[in-house]
């Protein structure tokens, strides 16, 4: 039960995470996945926005972790970029991952094995003929995440309605 959606701004890609963040919960473990530029801070700060943190949103890159506390659910933003060579074991993940807040997790691919199965994945696809647009697709792994997908789809679903 994927979600699939297109969007052709960042005011766009902001609402979607910040619907999706209506229903999250302590623990929850979100990968980003998408090449440079696909919009995976920008959907960060739609969903920081909806957990109702008002901070500025940067992106982790050079910091690995950036931590924001005051809203609804803490946000642990992190960009596993860096850990290409070495990995994350050293990191205290399995800390954040069960933690008190929601991890979104920018190239999650290199610490892999010590992420839990259960997640979310938001794929961000950005159109190369018009670099505005984007597909942006959710996937949940997991009967939490299933039952989160639904939740947004059919909050998303009661705000057309009206």
Do not use: C
Not at 20 to 44: R, S
Not at 91 to 105: A, I, N, P
Request: hydrophobic share 35%; glycine share 10%; proline share 2%.
């Amino acid at each position: 039960m994927n979600y699939t959606t297109q969007v052709t701004n960042e005011e766009q890609t902001k609402n979607i995470a910040a619907h999706l963040a209506k229903f999250a919960k302590a623990g929850y473990l979100v990968i980003l996945e998408g090449q440079l530029g696909a919009g995976k801070t920008t959907f960060t700060k739609g969903f920081a926005q909806g957990l109702g943190i008002q901070k500025v949103i940067k992106s982790p890159t050079y910091t690995l972790i950036r931590e924001y506390k005051q809203g609804r659910l803490p946000l642990y933003h992190m960009d596993m970029y860096r850990l290409e060579e070495v990995g994350g074991g050293d990191l205290g993940l399995e800390e954040y991952v069960t933690g008190d807040g929601v991890v979104m997790m920018e190239w999650a691919t290199f610490v892999e094995d010590e992420l839990p199965e259960e997640r979310l994945v938001v794929k961000l696809d950005r159109d190369e003929e018009n670099i505005s647009n984007r597909t942006i697709t959710l996937i949940p792994h997991g009967k939490e995440y299933i039952s989160w997908l639904a939740d947004f789809q059919k909050d998303l679903a009661g705000e057309k309605n009206e």
